[in-house]
């Protein structure tokens, strides 16, 4: 089993419409959960990142961590046109290193 | 604040040559810094952890004398590709800590640097 699993997609979505991106984890001593989108040829920008469970909300992004079923979420509420991109679910556990999904191809249709 | 940027942005070149990549923290000092690669429609894979004054860490399968990493200063971290082949050709993204913040595990990435070797 990978230690993060990220459906790849890909996801399109009307503009206007609520957006749900997940993850899934294996290694219980992850406590840093971190989102990054990613627009085509560009790096990875850091949206929103959160230590252990509980919720935290940015404008129209909410990040979501679950550690007892070891799921991770990604909502966006309004999604605009520019909000298409690649998000990246990344976790940290001990080490200094990022163990990063997959990737989910979003866009966002006018 | 927590911006890495880098240089070149894109770099074509002749197979045979080598190819130097800078990555810099302009706001906050990083003594560890991350180079990646990353193939089109793929995830970013890690090639090597780059620490202030010591040797890089290199990831398993990464060639060390290929890919030479020097970190220098708290804000400077540069990659060499040393006689780069067409197989090079690639994406490659540093990113660095902010050890001075709240959220000090968190990575910063650089806009990357697109290599094509002909």
């Not at chain 2, 010591?54 to 006689?83: C, M, P, R, W």
């Amino acid at each position: 089993q990978k230690e993060v699993e990220q459906d790849p997609g890909p996801l399109s979505v009307p503009e206007g419409a609520i957006v749900s991106l997940n993850c899934t984890y294996s290694n219980s001593a992850f406590q840093y959960f971190m989102w990054y989108r990613q627009y085509s040829r560009k790096g990875p920008e850091l949206l929103m990142y959160t230590y252990s469970s509980g919720n935290k909300e940015d404008g129209r992004f909410t990040a979501q961590v679950d550690k007892s079923s070891k799921y991770i979420s990604l909502f966006i509420r309004d999604s605009q046109p520019s909000d298409s991109a690649t998000y990246l679910c990344a976790t940290q556990g001990g080490s200094e290193k990022l163990v990063f999904g997959k990737g989910t191809k979003l866009t966002v249709n006018p | 604040g927590a911006v890495v940027s880098q240089h070149p942005s894109w770099v074509i070149c002749k197979s045979g040559t080598s190819v130097k990549i800078e990555c810099r923290s302009l706001d906050f000092q990083a003594t560890t810094m991350f180079w990646y690669r990353q193939f089109p429609k793929q995830s970013l894979m890690l090639m090597a952890t780059s620490n202030e004054g010591s040797k890089a860490t290199y990831e398993q399968g990464v060639e060390k004398d290929k890919f030479l990493i020097n970190h220098a200063s708290l804000t400077l971290s540069t990659l060499t590709v040393t006689s780069a082949h067409p197989e090079d050709s690639s994406f490659y993204i540093c990113s660095a800590r902010d050890t001075s913040g709240q959220g000090y595990i968190i990575q910063y990435f650089g806009p990357g640097t697109r290599l094509l070797v002909l």
